[in-house]
Every structure is written in structure tokens, then in C-alpha cells.
């Protein structure tokens, strides 16, 4: 609605009567509502994390002023933050995907594990050479399937390091290596130049080259 909205919630102490007690205070908490030491409900951060993650920290904070929710782009990677640290560490199963990334393009690249039974990714490598590769997969022996990119750094760490482990071609690099096959054959098999005898041309058929010609004519009128 444009307007904003605050709660004035009274959270109430109870002080323990026993002197053994380590704890002498006690807080009221309102826990899956408003988190201690916070100023805005659990809600509220979860739709921002939730926008932040479908555009970015910046323009999340440029589309929450507008809605008259103020909070800074460096709050927004806090809250993120605060949320990948609580999660539990990432577990690689027997299947992954590895594909390469830009940090910076043209510049700096990475490599990206993804474990995928669960489609999370496990591990985010600095490099895409096969060494940096290798010393993942010594630690990580239990994969058996490996889906890939064409990259030849990537074969050959997954030969040396886990010579049993079934390499997959992803959808995309199949098509691609598909399409230059075709290609191949069809530059070996086919001339590069058809000729066709004149009396086997349609009457009605005009050359690309005169079609060109007429729509050039037509320009200058």
C-alpha cells in the first residue's frame, strides 16, 4: 500500500528467583515472527532475500525504498550471508556436474560443482585447469557420474583421478557436437558448388543475386 508499518510489541523478562540458577534473566521471544535484536520480522527478510535472489542485492534495495521499506544494499548481502552460514554444509552425492564460470570475464574464471540430485551446487573452485580440479576430486572419491562441459582440462583430471568414473556429455555440448559432425560430413559429401543444367531451372526461379539487384533498383527510385 505505500505506507509503512510499525509494531510496538511488548516482550516481557522473567527474573529466577534461584540463586543456582545460571541464568537469572529470561526474554520473552517470538520466535518464526521476530528474531532477537532484530527490527523487522521474519517475514519481511524472507522477502527480501527471496527478491535479492531473483535480481541483486543493489536493485533489491532500490525496489524496497520504492516501497517505502528502507534498507541498504549491504544489509541485504548480510541477510543472505546470515542465512548461507546457518545452512548445513553441502553434501556431494555419487553424481555431479562441473562447468565452468566468470568471475570477471576475459579475466578471472572458476568452476562450479553441482551435486545433482539435489541441484545445489557443492564446491566453487578458483580456476577452471585441471589441477585445481584434481585436488577436489582426490577428496571427493565416492563420485561415479560426471556430467561435463567439452573442456579437455576437465577430461583429463577425471581420467587420471577417477578413471572408473562414467563422463556425461550435457545436452547442450551433445547438440553442439552433433551439429559439427553434420557439418563435417555434409563439407566432404556435398560441392561447394551445385551446378544445374538450365533446362532443369524453374521458369519462374531468380537468382538471390538478381532479387538483390532488384531491391537496390527499387532503393535508389
Known amino acids: ?24 534473566t529470561v526474554a520473552e ?3 518464526d515472527f521476530l528474531n532477537a535484536n532484530r527490527r523487522m520480522t521474519q517475514r519481511c527478510e524472507d522477502f527480501i532475500c527471496m527478491l535479492a535472489m531473483e535480481t541483486s542485492c543493489e536493485g533489491c534495495a532500490r525496489i524496497c525504498q520504492a516501497m517505502n521499506l528502507y534498507i541498504s544494499g549491504d544489509s541485504v548481502i548480510r541477510f543472505l550471508t546470515e542465512r548461507y552460514e ?11 556436474g562441473i562447468d565452468d564460470f566468470a568471475f ?18 557443492v564446491a566453487i573452485l578458483d580456476g577452471r585447469d585441471s589441477n585445481t580440479l584434481k585436488v577436489w576430486l582426490r577428496q571427493n572419491k565416492q563420485v561415479k557420474r560426471i556430467t561435463r562441459d567439452r573442456a579437455g582440462a576437465y577430461a583429463s ?14 545436452r547442450f555440448h551433445l547438440h553442439q557436437n552433433l551439429l559439427e559432425v553434420i557439418q ?15 533446362d532443369q531451372i ?20
Not at 160 to 167: C, G, R, T, V
Open 1 to 24: 500500500m505505500g505506507k509503512n508499518v510499525q509494531l510496538r510489541i511488548k516482550a516481557h523478562e522473567y527474573v529466577c528467583d534461584n540463586e543456582a540458577c545460571p541464568v537469572q
Open 29 to 31: 521471544t517470538f520466535n
Open 86 to 96: 546457518d545452512q548445513p554444509p553441502p553434501v556431494c552425492g555419487e553424481t555431479i
Open 104 to 121: 570477471k570475464k576475459r579475466c578471472r574464471y572458476g568452476t562450479v560443482i553441482v551435486d545433482e540430485a539435489t541441484h545445489k551446487p
Open 157 to 170: 583430471a577425471i581420467g587420471e583421478i577417477l578413471p572408473d568414473a562414467m563422463q556425461i556429455a550435457d
Open 184 to 198: 563435417n560430413v555434409l563439407k566432404s559429401a556435398v560441392p561447394a558448388d551445385i551446378k544445374i543444367p538450365i
Open 202 to 221: 524453374p521458369a519462374d526461379f531468380q537468382s538471390p543475386e538478381v532479387n538483390q539487384t532488384a531491391k537496390e533498383g527499387s532503393k535508389k527510385k
